[in-house]
């Protein structure tokens, strides 16, 4: 019988940790380049309702200034052509940004954008998180 009562409550907390734990994953180098005219991006998946969360600084330049965007899959790809899309996340062109954005479960792009400055490379210096 205290055997059974032990797996009992090791079970239960196994399913309890599951549940408050959370699992952060880092979704970019902590220093990359976006060349000039270009778009740096980053796929990941959300398995569970998760958090995308950090900071970001461009470097580079007269302007200093870049563009985020986290958008689904479909979005995406549609923003990449120029099409008007419903993003997750949107920065305007900054030198320096926070992204706090809940997501639901699917396939994300974080992106910088470059393509506004056809001359001059940006330095990102990021720590962005996926918390789920």
Not at 17 to 39: C, E, I, K, W
Not at 84 to 95: F, P
Not at 96 to 115: E, M, T
Request: aromatic share 10%.
């Amino acid at each position: 019988m205290a055997l059974l009562w032990a797996a009992i409550i090791v079970a239960t907390l196994f399913r309890l940790n599951d549940r408050v734990s959370l699992r952060q994953d880092l979704l970019t180098p902590s220093v990359f380049t976006v060349n000039a005219g270009s778009v740096f991006s980053v796929p990941f998946n959300v398995n569970k309702p998760g958090h995308v969360l950090g900071r970001f600084q461009a470097m580079g330049g007269n302007d200093n200034d870049i563009e985020a965007v986290i958008a689904d899959a479909d979005d995406f790809e549609n923003w990449k052509q120029g099409h008007s899309v419903r993003l997750r996340y949107q920065s305007d062109k900054i030198t320096r940004g926070r992204i706090d954005v809940p997501l639901r479960r699917g396939r994300y792009y974080l992106a910088f954008d470059n393509r506004f400055s056809p001359l001059t490379g940006k330095t990102i210096t990021a720590n962005i998180l996926l918390d789920q």
